[in-house]
């Protein structure tokens, strides 16, 4: 089982920079590829980005690509997402989520955390 809380939401004038981090609690964070979201109202939830388990890959949704940047510390069961260049249509609300495979990649997302608002002005 892992707990997530999200953190790092607000408000923030387009172009700027935003960090989110992702506290998670259990022992098992070390094990787990750690995903981003975000969800606006009325849309679907939108896969933003991961990194893997072992700290190895990262991938992201083109629309962030080059503007994210996900990374963990697996000491401190942190993982992060830096948002550069913020857009207006980055605002949504942001999620991080666990994998659910130990020392893997399933591709399915059984833990959430409560997501946290970032809102980016014009």
């Known amino acids: 089982q892992v707990h997530l809380v999200e953190s790092g939401g607000g408000l923030v004038q387009a172009g700027g920079p935003l960090r989110l981090s992702c506290a998670a609690s259990?022992?098992?964070?070390?094990?787990?590829?750690m995903g981003w979201f975000r969800q606006t109202p009325g849309k679907e939830r939108e896969f933003v980005g991961r990194?893997?388990?072992?700290?190895?890959?990262?991938y992201y949704l083109d629309s962030v690509k080059g503007r994210a940047t996900i990374s963990r510390d697996n000491d401190k069961n942190t993982v992060y997402l830096q948002m550069n260049s913020l857009k207006p249509e980055d605002t949504a609300v942001y999620y991080c989520?666990?994998?659910?495979?130990?020392?893997?990649?399933?591709?399915?997302?059984?833990?959430w955390g409560q997501g946290t608002q970032v809102t980016v002005s014009s």
């Open positions: 259990g022992r098992t964070f070390k094990a787990h590829t």
């Open positions: 990194i893997t388990w072992d700290n190895v890959s990262t």
């Open positions: 989520a666990a994998d659910a495979a130990d020392f893997g990649t399933a591709g399915t997302w059984p833990y």
